[in-house]
């Protein structure tokens, strides 16, 4: 079975910039986050692959966010950075068995696993 944790989360202003992580115990293939807001449905931030070769954004983020692997296959990381209120939200990493096409990597209905979230909060 497969486990995914996620740390990293906190209180930031508008326009900063926090990191965060996830773990993976276990194997997993493509990897993902995902974020919700209350009273709003799961949304896709972005997906990468296994090996961390290729990323993929949301418009809402694109140009603001990274997704990358590092040298810890069993780790990535959410970088954000010019960070608006509309970003707070409860982060949530996800990851797969099997490689997801890239025409799915942004339904949560193909990610397998999934952390317990952590919560970012942007503040002005």
């Known amino acids: 079975q497969v486990q995914l944790v996620e740390s990293g989360g906190g209180s930031v202003q508008v326009g900063g910039s926090l990191t965060l992580s996830c773990r993976i115990y276990?194997?997993?293939?493509?990897r993902a986050w995902f974020r919700q807001s209350p009273g709003k449905e799961r949304e896709w931030v972005g997906a990468?692959?296994?090996?961390?070769?290729?990323?993929d954004y949301s418009d809402a983020v694109t140009g603001r966010f990274t997704i990358s692997r590092g040298n810890n296959r069993n780790a990535f990381s959410l970088e954000m950075s010019s960070l608006k209120p509309e970003g707070t939200a409860m982060y949530y990493c996800a990851a797969a068995d099997q490689i997801v096409p890239f025409f799915s990597w942004s339904a949560a209905s193909a990610f397998d696993y999934w952390g317990q979230g952590t919560q970012v909060t942007v503040s002005s």
């Open positions: 990468i692959n296994s090996d961390g070769a290729g990323a």
């Open positions: 276990g194997n997993a293939r493509t």
